[in-house]
């Protein structure tokens, strides 16, 4: 399996996944004009000469490479808010107490926050059910990290990521249906949709004054800042690479936002850059390093085995090093693909 800069030549494909994702990753648009959009935007910042985060945009695919068919996607904003606000809503939690009563309550309330020109941002994290396994979905999502590792002047010094909320099986958001219906009159899939093209209808209709979660149903405070419980696989993988919850939540289906200090996500941190002395055609891979070559446009990540002979010098495979695009004294990124 290799990961590798998205191209116009996935536009079909790309079209095909998108339409088979259920309501709730708003990132992955089913509308082919965004989605060739973001095929374009994409392009071109990889062959952008960057000196700091601006409107980027990068898309990448998982690609099987014995079938050359691909199979994901994933991404990375290079900056928040760039041209349209980022919206959640903010968690606030405080307690109140009548003594005449006797009687305390916990009171818990919504703040609709906008913000811009924020922290980078990853998301777009598809991949097809025949593919969840082998460790592809860790791969997939962790090849982001080496990229940012080999271009930290592109992003922001955090990362956050927008964990899809809970949703049943016809895509109704509780949430949702409690508290943004009331203002939109539209159903959940539609606003999911209507966002990947504009967000301004959020700006338009969305209530700004507190709102307090007691006149929620209690389906929909159960959901403020849980997971789907399919992306909860893509949680706990990043909670394991230092992610934590923050106290904000999407404004549509309460998921949570995780945030993390580029420094201190463990496949960066743990990372290590070194040169390729060696290719090897008896090594065999075993799917123990996540490894990267260090090119921006034809960017290349894979699963394999690195053989350290030094601090700055590694044997790799064959297959490895034609998945990489290496050759021999070119430069990979490394990281154990899982924490010790």
């Known amino acids: 399996m290799i990961i590798r800069p998205v191209t116009d030549q996935d536009l079909e494909t790309i079209e095909e996944l998108a339409n088979s ?30 000196q700091a985060p601006g409107d980027e945009f990068y898309f990448f695919v998982i690609e099987d490479e014995s079938k050359k068919k691909v199979v994901g996607t994933c991404s990375i904003w290079a900056q928040t808010g760039y041209h349209d ?5 903010v968690v606030h939690k405080f307690s109140r107490e009548s003594k005449l009563l006797g009687k305390q309550s916990q009171i818990e309330l919504l703040q609709l926050s906008t913000s811009r020109c924020g922290p980078s941002e990853i998301g777009t994290l598809f991949l097809k059910p025949d593919y969840r396994n082998g460790g592809n979905g860790r791969l997939l999502s962790l090849s982001r990290f080496l990229f940012i590792a080999n271009n930290p002047e592109r992003f922001d010094t955090t990362i956050i990521a927008e964990m899809r909320g809970v949703s049943d099986a016809e895509g109704r958001s509780p949430f949702w249906e409690s508290l943004g219906r009331k203002f939109f009159d539209i159903d959940f899939k539609l606003a999911d949709y209507l966002v990947s093209k504009s967000k301004q209808f959020i700006a338009d209709l969305m209530p700004t004054y507190p709102i307090y979660t007691t006149f929620l149903s209690d389906e929909a405070r159960e959901a403020i800042g849980k997971t789907h419980e399919n992306t909860t696989p893509a949680l706990r993988l ?97 990281v154990p693909f899982k924490a010790s």
Not at 85 to 89: A, L
């Open 21 to 50: 994702v259920t309501a709730g990753l708003t990132s992955l648009s089913k509308d082919a004009a965004v989605i060739k959009n973001n095929i374009e935007k994409a392009t071109a910042s990889f062959k952008k000469n960057v």
């Open 85 to 89: 606000p980022f919206y959640s809503y």
């Open 238 to 334: 990043l909670e394991s690479e230092g992610f934590t919850k923050t106290n904000q939540v999407d404004i549509f289906d309460a998921g949570p936002k995780i945030s993390c200090q580029i420094q201190k996500i463990r496949s960066i941190k743990e990372s290590r850059v070194a040169k390729v002395a060696q290719i090897s055609n008896d090594l065999i891979d075993n799917l123990d390093h996540l490894v990267s070559n260090t090119n921006v446009k034809n960017f290349r990540a894979s699963m394999g085995t690195v053989k350290v002979l030094d601090m700055n010098t590694v044997i790799i495979s064959k297959k490895l090093s034609e998945n990489l695009n290496i050759k021999l004294g070119d430069e990979i990124r490394y």
